[in-house]
């Protein structure tokens, strides 16, 4: 079992920066997928990035980063240029598929993080 907990979300005016950290513990780390998804009001959760950028979603390439450091268990989500459409619960996800683009790939999820961006 897979637990992940998340950090790093708030609000932040538009153009600016933030970083999300996800804590994973329960084992394995190293090989499980690791991914970003994010869920806005009204919306369905939507893949954000896979845990080493080989996948980004088209509104987030050039903007969003994913890296994982495996010593500490944690995978991060660093978002620059944010716009106002960022605004989401994002969440952290694990699995056995890579790359893990679909929520049908997922096992396991965090609570999520908000963030509010303001325009």
């Known amino acids: 079992q897979v637990q992940l907990v998340e950090s790093g979300g708030g609000l932040v005016q538009a153009g600016g920066s933030l970083r999300l950290s996800c804590a994973a513990s329960?084992?394995?780390?190293?090989?499980?997928?690791m991914a970003w998804f994010r869920q806005a009001p009204g919306k369905e959760r939507e893949f954000v990035g896979n845990?080493?950028?080989?996948y980004l979603a088209d509104s987030v390439k050039g903007r969003f980063t994913i890296s994982r450091d495996d010593a500490k268990n944690t995978v991060y989500l660093q978002m620059n240029s944010l716009k106002a459409e960022d605004t989401a619960v994002y969440y952290c996800a694990a699995g056995f598929v890579w790359p893990m683009t679909e929520t049908r790939f997922v096992s396991y999820w965090g609570q999520g993080t908000q963030v509010t961006v303001s325009s």
């Open positions: 845990d080493d950028s080989a």
């Open positions: 329960g084992g394995g780390f190293n090989k499980i997928a």
